[in-house]
């Protein structure tokens, strides 16, 4: 099993930035991917970014050329640096890491951005 804590959100004006930063415990020596979802009001949960080892990396078109994701391992941490943020960002983001028995989520962290 694995546990995510994720932290970092809150509310920020359009324009602004905010990083977000999600932690590991429990088997992560088993964890492949780690990444960023989030679920706007309303809306069904969608991708955001994800990583799998320390290289590759996937991006919502939404995000791309604003947002930037990061691991570090030896804290067993991924962040999304969140650049140029829109009110449309606004959004429950939560963080999953996929494991060979499964996928674990954290609980989730606010991100409200004003226009």
């Known amino acids: 099993q694995v546990q995510l804590v994720e932290s970092g959100g809150g509310l920020v004006q359009a324009g602004g930035s905010l990083r977000l930063s999600c932690t590991a415990s429990g088997s992560v020596f088993s964890v492949t991917t780690m990444g960023w979802y989030r679920r706007a009001p309303g809306k069904q949960r969608e991708l955001v970014a994800t990583?799998?080892?320390?290289?590759?990396?996937n991006y919502a078109d939404s995000v791309k050329g604003r947002f930037t994701i990061s691991r570090d391992f030896a804290k067993n941490s991924v962040y999304l640096q969140m650049n140029a943020l829109k009110p449309e960002d606004t959004a429950v983001y939560y963080c999953?890491?996929?494991?060979?028995?499964?996928?674990?989520w954290g609980q989730g962290t606010q991100v409200t951005v004003s226009s």
């Open positions: 990583m799998t080892g320390g290289v590759r990396s």
């Open positions: 999953p890491s996929e494991t060979p028995g499964g996928r674990y």
